[in-house]
Each structure stands twice: as structure tokens, then as C-alpha cells.
Nanobody, 116 residues
Framework: QVRLVESGGGLVQPGGSLRLSCAAS????????MGWYRQAPGKERELVAT???????NYADSVKGRFTISGDNVKNTLYLQMNSLKPEDTAVYYC??????????WGQGTQVIVSS
């Protein structure tokens, strides 16, 4: 069983930075990608950034140039460095892992609030 646990969320002022972490457990032999999604109040969950096992990254247009996704294979941890945060970034951020065989796993989410 795969388990994903996010951390690092919190309250930050506009223009500030946060780094989210996602600790993964379970087998990674068939994992093809990991990523971050977010869901703002009253909105649907949307993709923020993904990274494949080969290191290819993809970002939502709204976060390009501000967010950086990375992973530490030794620690089995996914990161999302968020800079120049905007109020529009306020959301619950979810860690996602996709496995070959159409298997998906989600973390419980960590809340990010960008407000002055």
C-alpha cells in the first residue's frame, strides 16, 4: 500500500515562499510520476506540477516561473518550492503519485493560505 503524507503548508504573506514536502512510502518500482495538485475553495482540483521518473516536469501556466517541483529518490520525498506566492495560490495542496497500471494515490492534503 502506498502512503503519501504532505507537510509544509501554512500561512504566508503575498510575495513570500513555502516549501511543501510529500513523504512517500511503499514500493516505487512501478511509479511513473508524482506531482502536486491543489483545490481552492469553491473550485475543482487542478494540476500544479508533475515530475516523471525520468525527471521531466510539467507546470500549470499559473505557477510557471514561481514554483519548482523536485524529488529526492534517496529520501523518497517530493518537494514543491513555491516562491512569489499570490493570494490566488491559496488552496489545499495534494500530493499525487501515479503508477503503471492506472493506479493513483493521493495524500491527505496540506493547506496553503496566502494572505496579508
Amino acid at each position: 500500500q502506498v502512503r503519501l503524507v504532505e507537510s509544509g503548508g501554512g500561512l504566508v504573506q503575498p510575495g513570500g515562499s513555502l516549501r511543501l514536502s510529500c513523504a512517500a512510502s511503499g514500493s516505487a518500482f512501478t511509479r511513473r510520476a508524482m506531482g502536486w495538485y491543489r483545490q481552492a475553495p469553491g473550485k475543482e482540483r487542478e494540476l500544479v506540477a508533475t515530475i516523471t521518473v525520468g525527471g521531466s516536469t510539467n507546470y500549470a501556466d499559473s505557477v510557471k516561473g514561481r514554483f519548482t517541483i523536485s524529488g529526492d529518490n534517496v529520501k523518497n520525498t517530493l518537494y514543491l518550492q513555491m516562491n512569489s506566492l499570490k493570494p490566488e495560490d491559496t488552496a489545499v495542496y495534494y500530493c499525487w503519485a501515479g503508477y503503471f497500471g492506472s493506479r493513483d494515490y493521493w495524500g491527505q492534503g496540506t493547506q496553503v493560505i496566502v494572505s496579508s
